[in-house]
Nanobody, 115 residues
């Protein structure tokens, strides 16, 4: 089992920045893929960004150029730097880990961007 602990959510004005952090109970070196998803009211959960063990990344088109996902391997932490935030980024953000023994989720953290 993998436990994921998130931090960094909050309220920010449009154009501002936030950094979300996700700390894993398991070494992220042996986790195949880690990433961030988000779900806004009335919408399906969608991939925001993820990163593989080899360092390769994927981003949703809506966040390319604004968000950056990166790892701190010694701390077993994956972070999402969010810049130039827009009101449409408002959602609950969930950390995700895909490992050999399952697909694991964090508790979710609210990000609210005011106009």
């Amino acid at each position: 089992q993998v436990q994921l602990v998130e931090s960094g959510g909050g309220l920010v004005q449009a154009g501002g920045s936030l950094r979300l952090s996700c700390r894993s109970s398991r070494s992220i070196f042996i986790i195949n893929n880690m990433g961030w998803y988000r779900q806004a009211p009335g919408k399906e959960r969608e991939l925001v960004a993820n990163i593989n063990s080899d360092g390769s990344t994927n981003y949703a088109d809506s966040v390319k150029g604004r968000f950056t996902i990166f790892r701190d391997n010694p701390k077993n932490t994956v972070a999402l730097q969010m810049d130039s935030l827009k009101p449409e980024d408002t959602a609950v953000y969930y950390c995700n880990a895909k490992s050999w023994d399952g697909n694991f989720w964090g508790q979710g953290t609210q990000v609210t961007v005011s106009s």
